[in-house]
């Protein structure tokens, strides 16, 4: 049974800091590409950022500077440390995996940033 379980999530102050974690199992397949992305209320879930296996990263916009996105390939692992938290930060952060055909998500952690 293919698992994707988040941690990391939670509540701080604007211009705080925090690491999301997620840890994948039961994936048959290598993984290729990692990734977080987030939904905020009444909004459709977006991209924050993704690694590939070799480690090249995309960032949105929005968290360039701010976010850095790492994995282990070992440990099929990846995180995502967030400096400089924003309001608008505030969503739900989903974990995502890609291997072999499927793509896998993650429960999703609470990350509130408050102003």
């Known amino acids: 049974q293919v698992q994707l379980v988040e941690s990391g999530g939670g509540l701080v102050q604007a211009g705080g800091s925090l690491r999301l974690s997620c840890a994948a199992s039961?994936?048959?397949?290598?993984?290729?590409?990692m990734g977080w992305y987030r939904q905020a209320p009444e909004k459709q879930r977006e991209l924050v950022a993704t690694?590939?296996?070799?480690?090249?990263?995309k960032y949105s916009d929005s968290v360039k500077g701010r976010f850095t996105i790492s994995r282990d390939n070992a440990k099929n692992t990846v995180a995502l440390q967030m400096n400089s938290l924003k309001a608008e930060d505030t969503a739900v952060y989903y974990c995502?995996?890609?291997?072999?055909?499927?793509?896998?998500w993650g429960q999703g952690t609470q990350v509130t940033v408050s102003s």
């Open positions: 995502n995996a890609a291997a072999g055909l499927g793509i896998y």
């Open positions: 690694i590939t296996r070799g480690g090249s990263t």
């Open positions: 039961g994936i048959m397949f290598s993984i290729n590409a």
